[in-house]
Every structure is written in C-alpha cells, then in structure tokens.
C-alpha cells in the first residue's frame, strides 16, 4: 500500500504557506478539491489523505496555475484531455516543462543523498 500524506503535509510540500505567520494554506487545496473533480482524497476520522497518485496531479494543477499562469477553467481542460497530448495542447509543451522540474528536484534529492553518503564514508575512513 502506498503512503498516504495529510492535508498540511502535502501544503508544506507544496510551499503553500502564509509568510506572515508559517501556518499552511490548507484552504488552498479545499479550494481546488472543488473546483477539480480529479481530486478525491481518502477520509479517515473527518482528515484529509492524498496518495501519491493525488499529490502528482495537485503538483499538475499547481504547476500549470502558478508557473503558467492558466485559468481554472483552462487547467480543467488540460487535465479533461489525455495527459499524453499535453504536448499537443499547448505550443510551451506544458507536459514538457512540468516533467522537467520533477526530474530536476528528483535530482536535486539524489545529490543531496550522494553527498550525505560521501561524507559518512569519509568519515569512516579516515
């Protein structure tokens, strides 16, 4: 079974924070719930759960929102047309785009992770 991350988690992921006081805008993604029927998260005692599969079309939506700055009304429609003709869509080859900064933070962590394991192994032997 894949993990299942709660509501604030996922608005911390998502850098969905209130600058002023650090609390997380979970109203955000409450807000999108209803406005994109691809969102459905699992209830379990009255709390909010996405699995992964949930958490990458909430990144989708924030991605063509935020950094492309599409309506909702035109997120909608991409995410109303096959995902695989994204790139069709949209002369910025949105799919593209969006596919480039997950491998990139992807890679991001795998650095960080080699880095961290270097440092343990010279540690070790020295």
């Not at 988690?9 to 209130?18: A, F, Q, T």
């Not at 955000?28 to 996405?50: A, D, G, H, T």
């Not at 939506?61 to 429609?77: A, E």
């Amino acid at each position: 079974m894949s993990k299942l991350i709660n509501i604030t988690e996922l608005s911390k992921s998502l850098n969905l924070i209130n600058k002023s006081n650090n609390k997380p805008l979970n109203h955000v993604l409450r807000y999108w719930e209803k406005e994109f029927k691809q969102i459905k998260p699992k209830k379990i005692n009255n709390r909010r759960y996405y699995s992964q599969k949930q958490v990458e079309i909430i990144k989708k939506i924030q991605f063509l929102l935020k950094t492309k700055g599409m309506t909702i009304s035109g997120v909608k429609n991409v995410l109303n047309t096959k995902i695989n003709k994204l790139d069709d869509y949209n002369s910025n080859s949105l799919k593209a785009d969006y596919q480039l900064r997950v491998l990139n933070k992807k890679s991001k962590k795998v650095l960080e992770k080699i880095k961290k394991l270097k440092l343990l192994w010279q540690k070790k032997h020295t």
